[in-house]
Structures are given as structure tokens and as C-alpha cells.
């Protein structure tokens, strides 16, 4: 794997060993970094706390960051600066909307649930870049999770596709933006993979069963995998790449 010793990540949505951001979590703890943890509410920090706990580097910076709340976020970056000084980068690895919403018909999206999906999912993004940019002063890596939905329509991804579509166009102007100061912006498209959140998606099965009929590579994408794609832009080794979004889904977006 890369080495990414004396480097420090902030990981930003893990809510437990399914979640993405673990996998993420996993490469970059075995490259030897030092990694941040931030979580959205109290009902996730024990089994973020647990869970850290397990990986091999010691890892003592595990924060509250509720991405809806301008004071909290700032809050959040402002003890990563006590404490931790500068960033090399971060992983967001945060969606949510109403699991109503992520069934039936397109237009029975209430203005509500739109919102709260695209405050949640894509916002959120352009917020912590702000506060993670003074931490970055020697130039940094973020990296933000997407999903096919946000390009093609996909069953029942519906609000969350065009929250995507949102994530994965803030993704380009934040690196337009952030290029001069050194800090790249990328964006992984992932495969399906099942997670606390992915249950919220009706009719899941057939969607993980589809890739493995018809992706090139006939299998489903793994957190690991997603894991090593981070790591590598996060590293210095993806030094010319920005505002690009890599597929890491077996190949299935070329159909
Ligand atoms: O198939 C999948 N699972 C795919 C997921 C395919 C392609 C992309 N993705 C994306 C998701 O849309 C999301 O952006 O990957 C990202 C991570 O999702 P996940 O790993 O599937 O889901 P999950 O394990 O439920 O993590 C979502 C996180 C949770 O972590 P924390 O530790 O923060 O609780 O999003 C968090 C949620 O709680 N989250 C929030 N974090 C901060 N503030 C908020 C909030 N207000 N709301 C939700």
C-alpha cells in the first residue's frame, strides 16, 4: 500500500464497520497515517470510539460534526486546529434523505426533503471545505463520495441522485476555487454497497444483483476498495488530478 506516514486525514460519516468511511479508515491506517474522526450526533460516538479502538495507529481525535450546523462544523474544525495544527486532507463520506423518499415517484418530492437531502449530502461539502482550507496552508486532498444515480437515473435513488448531481458539480468548483491554495477536490463514484444507508434504497438487492450480472468485473465493489482509491487521492501519488470523479464500481458506468 502507499505510505502516507506523517500525514494527518480527517474521516468524516462513520457510523459503523459497513460504513465506507471505514474502509477508507482501514487503507489509511495500514499507509500509516494519522487519522481525525468526526461523527453527526452522541447516539454514533461509542461505536466510533469501539471501532477506532481496533485499528493499528492511535488515533485520539474523535470529534462531534453535525454538517447541518454552521457552529458546529466550525466548532468541529476549530478543536482540529488546537489540537492537531494542519491537515493533509479529508474524506466526506455523508448523505442522507427520508427513506419515503428514496421509493416511488420522482415527483412526489416534497420541497422539505429536497432541501434536507441537499443540506446533508452536497452542502455540507462546500462547508467544511471552507473550514478545512486554513488547515491545509501547505496544500491538501479532499475527497467526497458519489454515486451513479447522480449522473443516469437510477431506481429509487431518486432526491439523493440529484443531491449527487449537486455533491459531484460543487466537487469541480470547489477544485477551481481551491486549486491556487494547493488543495485538490476529487470525488469517488462507488458501486452499491450495503451500509446503513444503502438500506434506505428500496429494492437494493436487485441493484447489487444487477452489477453482478453486468459489470464488467461480475462482482460487487468493496469498502476496501473504495478504501485504496482514497488513499490514492489523497496521496501525493494523484498530485495532478482535481476536480475529477473516479468510478470504483467494477466497471459499470461504461455501459
Ligand atoms: O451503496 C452505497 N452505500 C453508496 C454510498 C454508493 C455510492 C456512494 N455512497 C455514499 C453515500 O451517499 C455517502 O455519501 O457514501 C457515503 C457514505 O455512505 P455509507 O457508508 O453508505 O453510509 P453510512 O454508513 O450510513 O454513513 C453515512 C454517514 C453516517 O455517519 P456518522 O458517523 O456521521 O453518523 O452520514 C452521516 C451518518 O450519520 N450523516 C451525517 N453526518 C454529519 N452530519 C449527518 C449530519 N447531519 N447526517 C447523516
Redesign the pocket.
Known amino acids: 500500500s502507499i505510505s502516507l506516514a506523517g500525514k494527518t486525514y480527517v474521516i468524516?460519516?462513520?457510523?459503523?464497520k459497513?460504513?465506507?468511511?471505514w474502509g477508507i479508515a482501514r487503507s489509511l491506517d495500514q499507509s500509516g497515517a494519522r487519522l481525525i474522526f468526526?461523527?453527526?450526533?452522541e447516539r454514533?460516538e461509542k461505536s466510533?470510539r469501539d471501532l477506532v479502538a481496533t485499528l493499528d495507529g492511535n488515533h485520539e481525535l474523535i470529534l462531534p460534526?453535525?454538517?447541518?450546523d454552521d457552529q458546529s462544523v466550525e466548532q468541529c474544525f476549530a478543536a482540529i486546529k488546537e489540537q492537531a495544527g494542519s491537515i493533509d486532507g479529508l474524506a466526506h463520506?455523508?448523505?442522507?434523505a427520508k427513506t419515503e423518499e428514496l421509493a416511488g415517484n420522482f415527483s412526489d418530492t416534497s420541497r422539505e426533503g429536497f432541501l434536507l437531502a441537499q443540506n446533508?449530502?452536497s452542502y455540507?461539502l462546500t462547508i467544511i471545505a471552507k473550514h478545512a482550507k486554513p488547515l491545509m496552508s501547505e496544500g491538501g486532498s479532499i475527497v467526497?463520495?458519489?454515486?451513479i444515480g447522480g449522473e443516469r437515473v437510477m431506481p429509487n435513488y431518486n432526491v439523493?441522485g440529484v443531491a449527487?448531481a449537486s455533491l459531484e458539480m460543487s466537487v469541480r468548483y470547489l477544485a477551481a476555487d481551491l486549486g491556487r491554495a494547493g488543495i485538490r477536490v476529487n470525488a469517488i463514484?462507488?458501486?452499491?454497497?450495503?451500509?446503513?444507508?444503502?438500506k434506505g434504497v428500496s429494492d437494493f438487492n436487485s441493484i447489487l444483483h444487477e452489477i453482478e450480472e453486468k459489470a464488467p468485473l461480475h462482482r460487487n465493489t468493496t469498502p476496501e476498495e473504495v478504501g485504496d482509491t482514497a488513499a490514492f487521492l489523497l496521496s501525493d501519488m494523484s498530485r495532478g488530478i482535481t476536480g475529477e470523479t473516479i468510478h470504483v464500481d467494477s466497471g459499470y458506468h461504461i455501459l
Open positions: 468524516m460519516g462513520v457510523a459503523n459497513r460504513s465506507i468511511a468526526t461523527y453527526a450526533g454514533f466510533v460534526c453535525d454538517v447541518t463520506c455523508i448523505a442522507f446533508i449530502s455540507s467526497a463520495l458519489t454515486y439523493m449527487k463514484s462507488s458501486g452499491p454497497i450495503r451500509t446503513l444507508s444503502s
